[in-house]
């Protein structure tokens, strides 16, 4: 099948504005990593401040989850993977 100009150029509209959708990293409570680990974690691979991290912490304990980073899929999809390999439940939605 051949695409017509006016119709590759909306396919690589479609590819652009789902690559630039924002998604966020959100961040998951457990009864396992201590507030300590978290903080750190956070501080390291989300560039949090000590603060920052520190406030997305305590959502995550007393809310269930927090988002903690808002970008796109691609920016936020290692972050999530250092985050599970740090052993915190993680994803990006």
Same mark, same amino acid.
């Given at each position: 099948?051949? &695409?017509?100009?006016?119709?590759? @150029? @909306?396919?690589? +509209?479609?590819?652009?504005?789902?690559?630039?959708? &924002?998604?966020?990293?959100?961040?998951?409570?457990?009864?396992?990593?201590?507030?300590?680990?978290?903080?750190?974690? +956070?501080?390291?691979?989300?560039?949090?401040?000590?603060?920052?991290?520190?406030?997305?912490?305590? +959502?995550?304990?007393?809310? #269930?989850?927090?988002?903690?980073?808002? #970008?796109?899929?691609?920016? +936020?999809?290692?972050?999530?993977?250092?985050? &599970?390999?740090? #052993?915190?439940?993680?994803?990006?939605?």
């Amino acid at each position: 099948m051949h &695409l017509n100009y006016q119709e590759e @150029e @909306e396919v690589e +509209l479609m590819e652009v504005a789902v690559e630039d959708d &924002l998604c966020d990293l959100v961040v998951f409570n457990d009864d396992v990593n201590t507030f300590e680990h978290v903080i750190n974690t +956070l501080i390291k691979i989300c560039s949090h401040s000590a603060e920052q991290a520190e406030q997305c912490t305590l +959502l995550i304990h007393y809310k #269930g989850k927090c988002t903690v980073k808002s #970008g796109s899929f691609t920016e +936020l999809r290692p972050m999530c993977e250092n985050i &599970l390999d740090a #052993g915190i439940t993680a994803t990006v939605m």
